[in-house]
């Protein structure tokens, strides 16, 4: 869907919508953040060499405007399952490898259609905001779109993929520098990060627009 598309591209948070992968307990105490992802109490700590398991996940922000062109359409990720590893080194190295499902929900009202030459029904809508096609990275998606006066479309996107860099730590701060494209939900982003025992969590809040954007993961030493 290409809004939700566009929105990646802003941030390199992804956003909206929460979930958990995998077993969510933790020994790594958080704190609420209004109703977003819980936030990391920031602590620090060495990150001991090694390949950790995605254990928990969550991504939040607040609806976005969906398409300039139409004012009152908003894209809203309304789920994010994210699974797989990062392996770090001693020599501050790191390789990622994910499976990441995203599933947006993007609303248009009845005012739009038909405007300005754009989609006159929620069929014509569909065929608007499918998959990208210039879109290389290995992919399986799928758009439904429905309604009669107003449309609401639901897109699935699956993506595969791995990434690899370098990392830093300061102090609470935890920063990944990727070497080319990849998956990677936390590209250059600051993240306060916390080890406790065998698990690092990790979180991040942003802005895209007006919109608040938090990410929150725990990663578990295999």
Known sequence: MKPAACLATVSTVLVLGCSNSGDSSSAIDSGSNGGACPTVAACGGTIVPGTYTITSFCEHTDPVPADELCQGATVAISDVDLSGSVAFSAATNYVTGVSETIHSVLYWPASCLGKMGGPKTCDDLQKRFGPDQGDTTPTTATVT????????????????????????????????????????NTSGTPLAYCVS??????????????????????????
């Open 145 to 184: 779109c429905s309604g009669t006066d107003s449309c609401t479309c639901n897109e699935t996107d699956t993506k595969k993929g791995s990434a690899m860099g370098t990392y830093s730590t300061t102090g609470n701060v935890l920063t990944f520098s990727p070497n080319g494209n990849g998956i990677s």
């Open 197 to 222: 025992g065998n698990q690092v969590a990790i979180s991040a809040t942003s802005q895209i627009g007006t919109a608040s954007v938090s990410l929150f993961m725990v990663l578990t030493l295999q």
